[in-house]
């Protein structure tokens, strides 16, 4: 089974990229979800995450999401910290879901595939690009935020230039039917490469 990465930039439209292969028969794997569930679930994560953020971590035993927002994204070393503590278990996850899928390729959806080193682990990687006015547009749409905050995240991420070297495939998603022809077009060639 080929596993295809699938990435971008914060606001880029990785999860309408996402539908649009799944909506093909593709099993997709978006790590971001699966790693909040974990966040939530894991005992273990719990544990550490409490011990590295202190007990406002979880309010009600319920992740404190803009509590953690506010200190990953104004200090990276505890960005890192966290990272390493969901991460591993996020690899553990998705190698056991790999393992129940009988499609000839899935994708998996990491908005900091090439940050983490994941990329290297896939056989094609496909990344979403638009143009930062657009995703921040989206994005203040999407999650009620403030610029400041859209440009911490940004920061911490891989230019879409960066991105765009150690890609396979590039979707430039602008609008959605433009979109879904690329998805396509992308979809027949993934079938056609690996003559699945």
Excluded at 48 to 77: C, E, G, W
Excluded at 111 to 138: H, M, Q
Aim: some cysteine; overall charge positive.
């Amino acid at each position: 089974m080929m596993i295809v990465g699938l990435t971008g930039g914060i606001g880029s439209g990785k999860t309408t990229v996402a539908k649009l292969f799944e909506s093909y028969g593709v099993p997709v794997y978006i790590a971001d979800e699966e790693a909040k569930k974990l966040m939530t679930n894991s005992k273990v994560i719990k544990r550490k995450l409490i011990h590295l953020f202190d007990s406002q971590a979880y309010i009600d035993d319920v992740l404190n999401k803009p509590y953690i927002a506010n200190i990953i994204f104004n200090n990276k070393a505890y960005l890192q910290k966290m990272n390493a503590i969901v991460h591993p278990k996020v690899a553990r996850h998705f190698e056991k879901w790999v393992l129940k899928q009988k499609a000839p390729y899935i994708i998996k959806e990491v908005a900091i595939l090439f940050e983490n080193g994941g990329y290297k682990a896939c056989d094609s990687v496909i990344t979403v690009v638009a143009p930062k006015e657009v995703r921040i547009k989206r994005l203040l749409e999407r999650d009620h935020t403030t610029v400041e905050k859209i440009e911490a995240i940004m920061s911490n991420q891989w230019t879409d230039e960066q991105k765009v070297k150690h890609s396979n495939y590039v979707i430039n998603n602008l609008s959605f039917e433009d979109t879904e022809q690329q998805v396509y077009k992308i979809h027949q060639q993934i079938m056609e490469k690996f003559k699945i």
